[in-house]
């Protein structure tokens, strides 16, 4: 069994900061990719920020410059620094991984529970 546990949302104003984090337990052989999603209301699920065990990452355009994923490989955590927020980036925000719980088998996707994010103008 895989957890994945996210920590860090709140109430911020525009133009402040808050560091999402998302620790991965259980049982976890390696992980691939990581990243952080979000969901406003009335809206689809949406890619915020990826990266790859390797450090590649991706952005979506609405956050580049903005907002900076990292990952700490030996804790299984992903983070998610969003600097110059605003009040469009009001949503419940995902972390996702994708898991290989032994060698051999293929990764399967694990969703945190959601932490929200709301930036009042």
């Known amino acids: 069994q895989v957890k994945l546990v996210e920590s860090g949302g709140g109430l911020v104003q525009a133009g402040g900061s808050l560091r999402l984090s998302c620790a991965a337990s259980?049982?976890?052989?390696?992980?691939?990719?990581m990243g952080w999603y979000r969901q406003a209301p009335g809206k689809q699920r949406a890619m915020v920020a990826s990266?790859?065990?390797?450090?590649?990452?991706n952005y979506a355009d609405s956050v580049k410059g903005r907002f900076t994923i990292s990952r700490d490989n030996v804790q299984n955590t992903v983070y998610l620094q969003m600097n110059s927020l605003e009040p469009e980036d009001t949503a419940v925000y995902y972390c996702?991984?994708?898991?290989?719980?032994?060698?051999?088998?293929?990764?399967?996707?694990?969703w945190g529970q959601g932490t929200q994010v709301t930036v009042s103008s």
């Open positions: 259980g049982s976890i052989f390696s992980i691939n990719g």
């Open positions: 996702n991984a994708d898991v290989k719980v032994a060698a051999g088998y293929v990764g399967n996707d694990y």
């Open positions: 990266t790859t065990s390797g450090g590649s990452t």
